[in-house]
Structure formats: structure tokens, C-alpha cells
């Protein structure tokens, strides 16, 4: 299981066009820890109890409004209680602006104040999705991640069983390549896991007998992705003779990462199995599957019908 994810204050900045109204405030090693927001009206009110100092704290039209309504006598112990609660940071967002006295405050207890020009709704959902991402749960794990036909399919298996090669003769035919060897997995939502490529990784691929090959470089941008939610998992595995193989595809198998179910097929290797096409079978399957058709209940229910024509 991964660890408590952070993420740096100056990338959120950069990220959502955030205007930085306290330049002499040094943003450098700050770190946000919580995915969620909060608009302090209630604390603005003068109620402190069970306050989200974790929060970014989101002041919107309706609190600015509020704080205008106001006197200087009542808003100052406002403010200061406000900004001396180590919160990690304000962002106002469009036709507000802090007062003098705000920012005053905010220089003494060395709180970040920024400005936002979208609709408060809007930079909540912005903020709100990028802070999910960012701060998701997450693990690395061995294996190669492309995306085929637009299903996110995690190829895994041993060192050396033709993972890379099979990924490199998917892209050759035209699917895209996320990450090689190792795969950042990240639980964005209780339904959703994405996978991306280290930055010391990205783009390359290797290739036993050959080396490193950067898929960007030889065949285009169009050849690689930066992320993609997986769709699916295919186990790479020598062949047994004494096992046995799914041959019809009537009950699911899935395999779990940080809690989260993804269907998985295991694909036994052998000489003249061509791994791509059956790589962009199972995943134009999984998609039908999804799309609400089964080809294996179909079969089943017509075995069922002639069955019982005969009886």
C-alpha cells in the first residue's frame, strides 16, 4: 500500500494559473497533504470549532460578500484567527480581492494568499479533481501499460517472458505506450486506477538484445501517452500442459490493486501465439463486455436453446 502522498504548493501555482498576492511569502518545500477544500464561512461567522485546518481554504463571492458587510472592529480578531490557524494556504477566486488587513495578516503568520480569475464553482471542481490525482493512493509495480483501442491493458508476468516485445509489436500496430517495466498505479476514485510512467522511464523501452529504445523519438508522439485508467490486466505465463485454461470466458477473473477490482486474463505463452492480435482481442472483448454484449453467454444461451428444441 502506498504511502501519504503530498504534492508541492508551487506545482498547484503553476497548474491552476494561480496569481500569488503575497510574493514575499517563500513557497519553496511547501507541501499540500489533503485532496479536499474548504470555504470557511462558518469560521469567517466567528465559529472555529472542528475547523479543516488541513484545507486549502477557498474564499468565494459569498464570504466576500459577507466580509464587506462587516465592520473593521469585527473583522479584524476575524482575520486574525483566521490566518493564525496554520492553514496552508487561501485562494480567492473571481470579483473578490483581501482586504489590506487580510493580507496584512497573512504576511504575519506566513500563510500563502492566492487569486483565482474563474467562477468559484468552477476552480472548486478544477482544484478538487487535480488534488485527487495528485494525492491518490498509489504503488509501482513490474510490468508494461498500453493503451489499445482506448482499454488500459497491464501486461504482467515474469522477467524476460516478452512483455516489452509484445507492447513494442502492439505499438507497430498503432496503440500507444504509457509506461515500460515499471507502472505507477494511482487509486483516483473507488472505480478508478491510473497508471503512468516514472519520469526517469518515460517513453523508453527495453528490449533484451538490443537495449534501450525511445518509442517517442522512433515512431511519434502519436506512439505514447502520458496516463491512462486501467481497463483490464493480462498474466504473461509459460505454458503447463496440466493446467486448464479458460476456454470459454463465462466467469470473470480479477486481480486487485490498492483495493480496487480489475478484470484479468491469463494468456499461456507459446511458440506461434501471436501476443498483439490477442492482446487487442481481449481488450476489444472487455470493451463489448462493457458495452453490454458477452459472446460467451451468447454461445451459452444458444447451446441452451438448441438443448431444449431437442428435448
Not at 502506498?2 to 508551487?10: A, E, P, R, S
Not at 479543516?52 to 468565494?60: D, M
Not at 466580509?67 to 483566521?82: A, H, N, T, V
Not at 472505480?191 to 526517469?200: F, K, N, Q, Y
Request: overall charge negative.
Amino acid at each position: 500500500m502506498g504511502n501519504i502522498q503530498t504534492v508541492d504548493m508551487l506545482l498547484m501555482v503553476e497548474k491552476l494559473n494561480l496569481k500569488n498576492l503575497t510574493p514575499d511569502i517563500d513557497l519553496t518545500g511547501r507541501k499540500l497533504a489533503s485532496p479536499e477544500i474548504n470555504r470557511p464561512a462558518i469560521q469567517l461567522s466567528g465559529y472555529f470549532e472542528h475547523f479543516a485546518t488541513e484545507r486549502v481554504q477557498i474564499l468565494g463571492y459569498v464570504e466576500y460578500t459577507y466580509l464587506q458587510s462587516r465592520s473593521d472592529e469585527e473583522k479584524k480578531p476575524i482575520y486574525e484567527r483566521f490566518f493564525s490557524s496554520n492553514i496552508p494556504c487561501v485562494v480567492y477566486t473571481s470579483r473578490t480581492e483581501p482586504e489590506p488587513y487580510a493580507l496584512e495578516m497573512a504576511n504575519k503568520y506566513d500563510v500563502p494568499v492566492f487569486y483565482s480569475d474563474k467562477k468559484t464553482s468552477n476552480f472548486m471542481a478544477a482544484i478538487i479533481g487535480w488534488l485527487n490525482v495528485q494525492l491518490a493512493p498509489r504503488i509501482s509495480i513490474h510490468g508494461v501499460l498500453v493503451d489499445v483501442y482506448g482499454e488500459g491493458v497491464l501486461i504482467m508476468g515474469e522477467s524476460g517472458i516478452g512483455k516489452s516485445e509484445a507492447a513494442l509489436e502492439l505499438i507497430k500496430r498503432g496503440h500507444r505506450l504509457v509506461t515500460d517495466d515499471v507502472v505507477e498505479i494511482h487509486k483516483v476514485s473507488d472505480d478508478t486506477l491510473v497508471g503512468r510512467s516514472p519520469e526517469i522511464t518515460k517513453h523508453f523501452i527495453e528490449l533484451r538484445g538490443i537495449g534501450i529504445v525511445d518509442v517517442k523519438t522512433l515512431f511519434g508522439v502519436e506512439c505514447v501517452k502520458e496516463t491512462q485508467a486501467i481497463d483490464m490486466v493480462i498474466k504473461l505465463e509459460d505454458w503447463d500442459k496440466d493446467k486448464e485454461y479458460d476456454r470459454l470466458g463465462l466467469t470473470e477473473e480479477y486481480t486487485e490493486f490498492l483495493g480496487n477490482k480489475v478484470v484479468c486474463h491469463s494468456l499461456p505463452i507459446r511458440p506461434g501465439r501471436n501476443l498483439a492480435i490477442i492482446v487487442e482481442t481481449a481488450a476489444v472483448n472487455n470493451r463489448q463486455k462493457k458495452m453490454g454484449y458477452n459472446a460467451a453467454q451468447e454461445l451459452y444461451r444458444r447451446v441452451q436453446e438448441s438443448m431444449a428444441r431437442k428435448n
